[in-house]
């Protein structure tokens, strides 16, 4: 490794879904700050969104925004200054993307070489895993006998490759979020299969800029401290031969650069720290240590690393049915009441008209309030508000019953609550019910492939012999016990938090804002205590673990999201909201320690 020592290689995350702001791209390519620029589009929900595009037309199934927008804006300064593009972009049709791509950049008169990498699909598998017994790693459940899409999270050696095999541009279909930037990093130093500890590094590097503004203070529990939102700058990271990384941003941008919103971001969605399974490395983040170098730099180091396990988990999706989902405001005194009382009555009607039409019952139907904080069940504060939306979601297997349900949605301008209106959008469209569901395959049954220039090239794939289990948790030292009175305090004076969802797994991080409390929190935020908290809305077992290195809890929730993404109906169906609440529940502190905190 040493002829990497002192080397730099600076990559910016230009995009964290399918639907993130036009302007990262140029901003991280302007800047002149970046070696390579990198897009995450895909999630779930995504996928399936994806899918449902590739249903209706065949040419699509990939991020559109890639080509029409990102790329059309910077692509000829992309290639002026020799950055390398490297972008999830192509879905369920990567090929198709690089297709799209290669027209554009003619029209433009360039010529970049666009490499593809192929494997992830892995839908004529299908029939035979469901035969062999396979089974949804969450619900285990069956699988179904007909499926949309099915993908395998790839990693981020074939994306090396690509680099190696002279790429300026690499697009994949379904990898792991931070693939795109781990495989420059393998590119630039070389790292191999077995450098555990250098892929967890780089690994995590791609985590915190997945997400694009995350890691600059959008989301941030302490939003108000976060300057110029209009203008937030897309980060960047600095990242060295051994796996550490600085944090920063284009300079001259908005956003926050600051340890506790790269903590929050850390946090975000791993599930076990000690046990963050990737298809190129088992990663163990909890050792891992945040520090603020100065108000625009932060650095991160100390990730581990083990063998990866010898499976891809795979993406999903599966058509169930078809939905709808209406909704209206309700104005005056009494406005929950209404709204409830309107749901209920669109559900009775529209059921009592399938019933005389020899429709089947709606498989699945919610009402949910918009303004009553209904969502915080027995934590609500309001009570009697005065200006409620309701939201009315059906699911039924006949598209032609909730075209009915689309149809007599309207008559409640009229018929029912006084008060009633809402913005004039027409009747609410029907779509189709697209479910995901998860599933591990074995690396060995995964052929991974480069194209470029018409040429494919097989990828070497380190098949991973390592276990999915993490070693002994850490336990924080007991809060010790103190001879004075408590004060309750909501937990958002003690600690910062951020939420998100894996499925129907609902992902709480929490960060001690002084690591000498944290015991203190690990001695109130039990299981036991967050599952109480919660009980209106989850039905699973919940877990914490504890991460030393910055001083956090992270804890997860099973169960929680009615099913997760487009198979939720709640208003919050990605849990994002969850740590929001949890802020609010009430943590008994000293006397002397609540004065403090004052």
């Known amino acids: 490794m040493s002829s990497t020592n002192g080397k730099v290689v600076r990559i910016g995350g ?17 800047s002149g700050q970046i070696d390579y620029l990198v897009f995450d589009y895909l999630a779930e929900t995504t996928m399936a969104i994806l899918a449902a595009a590739r249903r209706k037309k065949p040419e699509m199934g990939y991020a559109t925004d890639f080509v029409d927008i990102a790329m059309k804006a910077v692509l000829p300064e992309v290639m002026r200054q020799g950055i ?14 690089a297709d799209a ?8 008169g360039l010529q970049p070489r666009i490499a593809v990498v192929l494997g992830d699909n892995i839908s004529a598998q299908m029939p035979r895993l469901r ?25 981020g050696f074939a994306i090396a490759q690509a680099l190696a095999s002279g790429a300026d541009i690499v697009i994949t279909g379904r990898g792991v979020d931070s ?20 892929l967890s590094g780089g690994s995590l590097a791609g985590h915190i800029i997945e997400c694009g503004c995350q890691a600059t203070g959008g989301l941030h529990t302490d939003w108000l401290s976060v300057p110029d939102w209009p203008n937030i700058g897309y980060p960047i990271v600095e990242c060295l031969a051994d796996g550490s990384f600085t944090v920063t941003k284009p300079t001259g941008t908005g956003g926050l650069i600051a340890r506790a919103a790269v903590a929050e971001q850390l946090l975000y969605e791993i599930g076990d720290p000690g046990a963050y399974l990737l298809p190129d490395v088992t990663c163990d983040f909890r050792s891992v240590k945040i520090e603020q170098l100065s108000p625009e730099r932060v650095r991160v180091s100390g990730a581990l690393g083990r063998a990866p396990t010898d499976s891809y988990k795979v993406s999903a999706t599966q ?26 009555a669109v559900i009775a009607r529209t059921s009592a008209i399938l019933k005389t039409l020899g429709y089947a019952p709606y498989t699945s139907a919610n009402i949910a309030l918009l303004g009553a904080e209904t969502l915080y069940g027995p934590h609500a504060r309001t009570s009697a508000s005065r200006e ?57 049954d995964v052929p991974v492939e480069v194209v470029i220039d018409g040429v494919s090239q097989s990828v070497s794939v380190a098949s991973g012999h390592g276990s999915a289990t993490a070693p ?48 203190l929190l690990w001695q109130q935020l039990t299981p036991e205590a967050v599952h109480a908290y919660f009980a209106h809305l989850v039905r699973g077992p919940v877990a914490r673990f504890y991460l030393p290195g910055i001083a956090a809890i992270n804890i997860t929730l099973e169960q929680a999201l009615d099913g997760g993404g487009p198979a939720s109906s709640r208003m919050d169906p990605l849990g994002k909201g969850m740590a929001q609440m949890l802020l609010d529940m009430p943590i008994a502190v000293p006397a002397t320690l609540a004065k403090s905190l004052a």
């Not at 230009?14 to 302007?30: E, H, T, Y």
């Not at 035969?131 to 990693?155: C, H, W």
């Not at 909501?490 to 944290?518: E, F, H, M, T, Y």
Request: aromatic content about 6%; overall charge neutral.
């Open 84 to 97: 390398k593009v490297v972008a999830n972009a192509g879905g369920i049709n990567p090929q198709g993307c």
């Open 179 to 198: 693939a795109a930037t781990l495989g420059p990093l393998i590119h630039e130093f070389g790292w191999a299969p077995a450098d555990y500890d250098r």
């Open 472 to 519: 002994e948790p850490f336990i924080p030292a007991p809060w010790p016990d103190r001879a004075e009175s408590t004060v309750d305090v909501p937990l958002a004076q003690l600690a910062w938090a951020r939420s998100g969802d894996k499925g129907d797994i609902s992902n709480i991080g929490v960060v001690a804002r002084d690591a000498a409390c944290l015991p």
């Open 131 to 155: 035969a062999a017994g396979v089974r949804d790693m969450f619900t285990d459940k069956a699988l179904p006998e007909q499926i949309l899409s099915a993908n395998a999270y790839l990693g």
């Open 101 to 108: 791509l290669q027209t554009l950049a003619g029209s433009l």
């Open 388 to 444: 409620v939306m309701v939201r009315i979601s059906v699911t039924h297997p006949d598209k032609q019953a909730l075209e009915i349900f689309a149809r007599e949605i309207a008559p409640s301008g009229t018929s029912w609550s006084p008060g009633t209106t809402g913005p004039s959008s027409g009747r609410p469209s029907v779509s189709p019910n697209i479910k995901p569901l998860s599933l591990l395959i074995p690396k060995a």
């Open 14 to 30: 230009a995009s964290g879904f399918w639907g993130d702001s036009m302007l990262g791209a140029p901003q991280l390519v302007n």
């Open 319 to 344: 058509l169930d049915g078809w939905r709808c989902a209406g909704s209206m405001v309700i104005i005056g005194r009494d406005a929950a009441a209404k709204a409830q009382r309107t749901g209920e």
